[in-house]
């Protein structure tokens, strides 16, 4: 069973920046597509960044040209770089691991990491 585990998460004034972490624990992620995704009260968890295992990226518009994801395949990390937060970023997030070509559903990843929750003040 694979374990994920986000680290991170805080609270940051609007126009702050934080990194969140996601660490698994088994089952490499080098050769799959991982996710981060996040969920606010009362909303749908929505799709923030995708990693594919070649190194493409994806961002949600929301977030293009503020969040950076990357990944350190040697370390089995994933990262979530957030800058120029701003007060509709607060919710939880997490990352998940999908197969090769997992998209922008969260149905398509099999593991989630607990979330980490991120609150932004305006």
């Known amino acids: 069973q694979v374990q994920l585990v986000e680290s991170g998460g805080g609270l940051v004034q609007a126009g702050g920046s934080l990194r969140l972490s996601c660490t698994a624990s088994?089952?490499?992620?080098?050769?799959?597509?991982m996710g981060w995704f996040r969920q606010a009260p009362g909303k749908e968890r929505e799709f923030v960044a995708r990693?594919?295992?070649?190194?493409?990226?994806d961002y949600s518009d929301s977030v293009k040209g503020r969040f950076t994801a990357s990944r350190d395949n040697a370390k089995n990390t994933v990262y979530l770089q957030m800058n120029s937060l701003k007060p509709e970023d607060a919710a939880v997030y997490y990352c998940?691991?999908?197969?090769?070509?997992?998209?922008?559903?969260?149905?398509?990843?099999?593991?989630w990491g607990q979330g980490t929750q991120v609150t932004v003040s305006s």
């Open positions: 990693l594919e295992n070649t190194g493409n990226t």
């Open positions: 088994e089952r490499t992620i080098r050769w799959y597509t």
């Open positions: 998940a691991q999908g197969r090769i070509g997992s998209g922008v559903g969260p149905a398509e990843y099999a593991y």
